[in-house]
């Protein structure tokens, strides 16, 4: 993986069960029960499933980028697979780009009262992926179609 350290850290936390989810400050009895539900899906706990998974927005950003997200498979980018024919060489990188603006677009909300749309947090991994192209000098083909793929969801 060649993306910048804070959104490999990320992904650490996340393959680890360790992202501040509202479950998780929960669990650390920094949270109470009730404040701890989805700021999208009222009553509903605050999981990382939940919010890589089950949120309606996250499900409408996989089903539009055809990456086939089964049940905490996020924990495990490496083993998800696209259902259109992209090169793997980056695809596990574009998945933890799309999981990163997918928590951003949930701090959007928690902390700024705003819910990015999917094609929001769609255009901001593609926007990320632009900008951290030159990290790929080895895999510039393989970006270029991803860039396109992306860019085609919208």
Sequence with gaps: MKLPTKIKFFGWLLHHERLNTRAFLYRRNIKSREDSSCEQCTGILE?????????????????????????????????LWAEVQLP???????????????????????????????????????????????????NKEAIAIWGDYLYSCL
């Design 47 to 79: 999981t990382a499933d939940h919010i890589f998974n089950d949120c309606p927005c996250a499900m409408e950003v996989w089903h539009r980028i055809k990456i086939n997200m089964r049940p905490g498979g996020f924990r495990q980018p490496w083993s």
């Design 88 to 138: 793997d060489s980056v695809q596990m990188d574009v998945i933890v780009l799309v999981l990163w603006q997918i928590w951003k677009a949930r701090n959007a909300l928690i902390f700024d009262h705003k819910l990015p749309s999917p094609s929001e947090i769609i255009r901001k991994a593609l926007d990320d992926l632009t900008s951290w192209k030159c990290r790929y000098k080895d």
